[in-house]
C-alpha cells in the first residue's frame, strides 16, 4: 500500500503538541476524529484505504504550507491557515464531497454558501465568517494554481460572499489579520539583531530574516560639527 508523507516537520511545535500531518485527509472522514487518534484509528484502518481522487490536492496544499513556513511565515500565521483549512475539510467529509482537484472549487462554493445560511439562520458575525472563508479561498486558489481562479477574490465571488456585509467598513487597502501578525513578526526579529555592538559596527548591516532571506542596510548616522545628525548612505 502506497504511504504518502504529508507532516510539516519545519514547522516548531511545543514538548507536546501533535505535529500537523496532512496525509490525514486522504482518509474520507478522518478529519471528524481528534488529531491525537486519527493516527491510530487509520493504522486500524477505521477509515479504509486512500482516497486516491484527493492526492494530488493534499499534495499541492502541503507544497504550498511548506513553501510559506520557509519563506518566513509565523508559527501563528501556519497554524491559524491549518485551522481554517480543517474546518472546511470536516464540512466536506460531513458532506460526502470528493475534495480533490477536480471537485474543490465546486466544494468551495457549497461549503461557503452553507456557511453564508449558517450566519442567518444562527445569528453569528458575518464579517467573521466572511474572513474566513476568504481565507480558506486563498489557501485553495494559491495551492492549486488553477488559471480561472489566480487569488482567492477570484475564488470568493463565485458564492454569496461575493459582496461585504453593511456593517463592515471598506477594507481594500488594509492588511489582514495574518499580514498584521506576519508585520509584527519581522519587526521583532529585525529588533532582535539590532544591538549596541551592531548599530555601532561597520556599514553594511546584515540581518537574517529567514532561512534564505536577508535586509541589508547600508545607512547610518553620524554627528554634524553641529551638533544636528545627517544620514551617511
Request: a positive charge; one cysteine or more.
Amino acid at each position: 500500500m502506497t504511504t504518502y508523507n504529508f507532516v510539516l516537520n519545519k514547522l516548531q511545535y511545543g514538548t507536546h503538541e501533535i505535529p500537523w500531518d496532512l496525509s490525514i485527509y486522504l482518509y474520507a472522514g478522518a478529519s471528524l476524529e481528534h488529531r491525537s487518534t486519527i493516527a491510530k484509528s487509520i493504522q486500524e484502518k477505521k477509515y479504509g484505504e486512500i482516497c486516491k481522487h484527493r492526492v494530488q490536492f493534499i499534495s499541492n496544499i502541503f507544497d504550498y504550507l511548506e513553501y510559506r513556513i520557509q519563506s518566513g511565515s509565523t508559527r501563528s500565521t501556519i497554524t491559524t491557515l491549518l485551522t481554517r483549512l480543517t474546518i472546511f475539510i470536516k464540512w466536506c467529509d460531513k458532506n460526502n464531497r470528493d475534495l480533490s482537484i477536480d471537485s474543490f472549487v465546486e466544494d468551495f462554493i457549497a461549503w461557503a454558501n452553507a456557511e453564508k445560511i449558517r450566519v442567518k439562520r444562527e445569528n453569528l458575525d458575518e464579517h467573521s465568517t466572511r474572513k474566513m472563508c476568504s481565507m480558506v479561498a486563498n489557501i485553495l486558489s494559491k495551492s492549486q494554481e488553477v488559471e480561472s481562479f489566480p487569488n482567492g477574490t477570484s475564488l470568493l465571488v463565485r458564492t454569496q460572499f461575493n459582496y461585504k456585509p453593511k456593517s463592515e467598513k471598506d477594507e481594500t487597502n488594509l492588511a489582514s489579520d495574518s499580514q498584521i501578525v506576519e508585520f509584527g513578526e519581522l519587526i521583532k526579529l529585525i529588533i532582535r539583531q539590532l544591538n549596541i555592538e551592531t548599530i555601532r559596527g561597520e556599514l553594511p548591516i546584515t540581518l537574517k530574516i529567514s532561512k534564505d532571506k536577508e535586509i541589508l542596510l547600508k545607512c547610518g548616522f553620524v554627528g554634524s560639527s553641529k551638533g544636528t545628525e545627517n544620514m551617511k548612505t
